[in-house]
């Protein structure tokens, strides 16, 4: 099969697509023909080691894993003797490290699940990573509840979007801040409110949120405070990255270090991503309350590209890499 790899850190140049075996499912995996695959930032920071705290477990010098990708949706080509849950034909969507090939195996009881009959491969595809950080920030950390305000900062990016339908899926009164360009994409996602931020800085203004979803860092935790509740959270989901070190983290760390002057709570989290969370959000999708906004779409050969253009922060929604003829 063909698949991309990396044997060395650094910019999307030192990507290729290279001949690899083709994987066989041991007795409790599934072996799925790989239709659309989609990038996300945990890719280009694996691809360059940084923040270099992330070499502690992908390798110090080098990347000891070379496959890349995580986010894939397919069709089950074979199975395992014990799989049970799975069978050859079926239409799944998942997360496994070496999305970003024609074939990938996973375990049957670990991040895959059945792909939504309404989603095409390239919209499942775009969801395990992203709308599963969506989903947690939002339920798990944030403890939105129907009728609360929820403010998302980057509204209209890979996670932002998810959040937007999600939160409205809960019953939230939800305000999406985004740029120009995107403020009808964000509305069209069912946003109550949508804030231009290159006209109107949302934390000085009147309104207040019970929880303030940030996926960007673009103000500072004493900003968000002034617009939350006295009993608020802020869920840090990204920031600035410059900090070549510990990168995003830095947020969740300022985060941790300001929390105990403010009666506000800050709440930085890592994603989990399970079958359980994967079959959730199917569920949302078959209801019609969730789906994908798909910015652009890359052949396997220019998956490089898409990782490239994934990282200059303009992209709107999700960015996919397609494999096969999906007919």
């Known amino acids: 099969m063909k698949a991309v790899v990396q044997r060395c850190y650094g910019p999307p140049s030192v990507l290729r697509l290279e001949e690899a075996a083709k994987p066989v499912p041991e007795a409790d995996q599934v072996l799925v023909k790989v239709h659309a695959a989609a990038v996300n930032p945990l890719d280009w920071h694996y691809m360059r ?3 270099y705290i992330m070499r502690l477990s992908s390798g110090i010098g080098a990347p000891t894993d070379t496959a890349m990708g995580v986010d894939f949706a397919g069709v089950v080509e074979a199975v395992g003797a014990d799989v049970r849950k799975f069978k050859v034909g079926d239409a799944v969507f998942g997360g496994r490290g070496g999305a970003l090939a024609e074939y990938v195996v996973v375990r049957e009881s670990r991040a895959v699940a059945h792909k939504p009959e309404n989603l095409s491969f390239e919209q499942a595809a775009a969801m395990p990573i992203a709308a599963v950080t969506a989903i947690q920030g939002l339920r798990d950390h944030g403890k939105l509840k129907a009728g609360q305000k929820v403010l998302i900062n980057g509204a209209s990016g890979g996670v932002g979007t998810f959040a ?5 899926s809960m019953g939230a009164e939800v305000t999406g801040v985004c740029s120009t360009r995107n ?8 946003a109550d409110h949508v ?10 203004g009147d309104q207040r949120y019970d929880l303030i979803l940030d996926n960007v860092g673009s103000h500072s935790f004493r900003d968000y405070g002034r617009v939350l509740e006295p009993d608020g959270v802020i869920v840090v989901v990204g920031g600035p990255s410059e900090n070549v070190w510990i990168g995003p983290l830095i947020q969740t760390v ?11 709570e800050i709440v930085g989290f890592l994603a989990e991503l399970n079958q359980s969370e994967l079959e959730v959000l199917a569920s949302l999708a078959r209801e019609g309350k969730l789906t994908a906004a798909i910015d652009r779409r890359y052949p396997l050969d220019r998956a490089a590209e898409a990782i490239e253009y994934l990282e200059q922060g303009r992209a709107r929604g999700k960015v996919i890499v397609t494999m096969h003829d999906q007919r």
């Open 183 to 190: 403020v009808e994409l964000v509305r069209s996602l069912g």
């Open 164 to 168: 937007v339908q999600i939160a409205k």
């Open 195 to 204: 804030i231009d931020y290159t006209q109107q800085n949302f934390t000085k």
């Open 49 to 51: 080691g940084e923040p």
């Open 254 to 264: 300022k985060g941790m270090a300001l929390s105990p002057f403010m009666s506000q």
